[in-house]
């Protein structure tokens, strides 16, 4: 339990941080709120249904890229305005960095959930599977930014944040999938043994 404590003590260390002078308030609520919501659940079914430790971890990782973009805006991470000048790029990419894990870390969540849970009976649809709950996710979440958006006017620019770039939706979308793709090819295997350890 100690390790899983350790987890719990860090979210709230990285929300709290982020919470000091971020640069509005507004976004920071809006680019949190889904962290403070995962964190809920995950503690409401802890005792249910218990993820892997490597599980909670990257959701632990994927809570702080959050955190991170809340208190500063994802179009204003310093570290990711130094990439762009060095690397000449046209824009603050800190953003792509959050949709990457945006796929990641749920497709890691999706695929444990199908695997021990036996959603679905044949393996060979389970990574195409994976990659379309990532993809819906993303979806919604676009659908969400341009919601507030329209709602609150100017006030939510800096949680949509497309930076002038008019592919920013589409290119969101893309690096969530790329994402999931990537957890599928890199994480399949470990997460395989991180599931046996559980059963054994």
Sequence with gaps: MKKYNLLVVLFFAGLILSAFK???YFTWIL??????????????TFKTFRFTYLTYFFILLHCFILFIGGHYTYALVPAFDWVKEVF???RNNY????????????GMIAREL???KEVINKKGWLPFLVVCVCGTISLLYELLEWLVSVSSGSAGDSFLGTQG???DTQSDMLFAIIGAISMILVMSKWQNNAIRKIKA
């Excluded at 949190?32 to 409401?44: K, N, Q, S, T, Y």
């Excluded at 953003?95 to 749920?106: A, E």
């Design 22 to 24: 971020p640069h509005d």
């Design 31 to 44: 680019e949190v709120f889904p962290a403070i919501i995962g964190f809920l659940v995950l503690v409401f």
């Design 88 to 90: 000449h790029q046209s």
């Design 95 to 106: 953003d792509k960095v959050g949709h990457f894990f945006q796929g990641f870390v749920p």
């Design 114 to 116: 199908f695997i021990r």
């Design 165 to 167: 770039d008019i592919w």
